[in-house]
């Protein structure tokens, strides 16, 4: 299984981006899916999941109310909609794919085996 992630770029602080990450290797309608980001030095976090059936969601406080999360199992992609932009939000997005997960571990890095090549978001002031 292959993630390919893509739509960052540089915006200023209020705008908006959005995301997309597409699977090849494997169909991901049965995946838990979601978006991890890494901030120059600091560690990787996590933004948002969404379930399989992308009826259930899940975000990181610091994002919640402004990025929204979708998948588009027929195009076997992920999407991140990203919105009101703020500086502290720049860095590197990872998009992720798993099939075993349980809800408890949705927000945890390690649990996932399948990662993107990451894509940079710059929010500049």
């Known amino acids: 299984v292959q993630l390919q992630a893509y739509g960052g770029g540089l915006v200023q602080a209020g705008g908006s981006l959005r995301l997309s990450c597409t699977a090849s290797g494997r169909t991901v309608s049965r995946a838990i899916m979601g978006w991890f980001r890494q901030a120059p030095g600091e560690e990787r976090k996590f933004v948002a999941v969404i379930a399989r059936s992308g009826g259930s969601t899940s975000y990181a406080d610091s994002v919640k109310g402004r990025f929204t999360i979708s998948r588009d199992n027929a195009k076997n992609t992920v999407y991140l909609q990203m919105t009101s932009l703020e500086p502290e939000d720049t860095a590197v997005y990872y998009c992720?794919?798993?099939?075993?997960?349980?809800?408890?571990?949705?927000?945890?890095?390690?649990?996932?085996?399948?990662w993107g090549q990451g894509t940079l978001v710059t929010v500049s002031s």
């Open positions: 992720v794919a798993d099939w075993h997960l349980i809800s408890s571990s949705w927000y945890r890095d390690s649990e996932y085996d399948y």
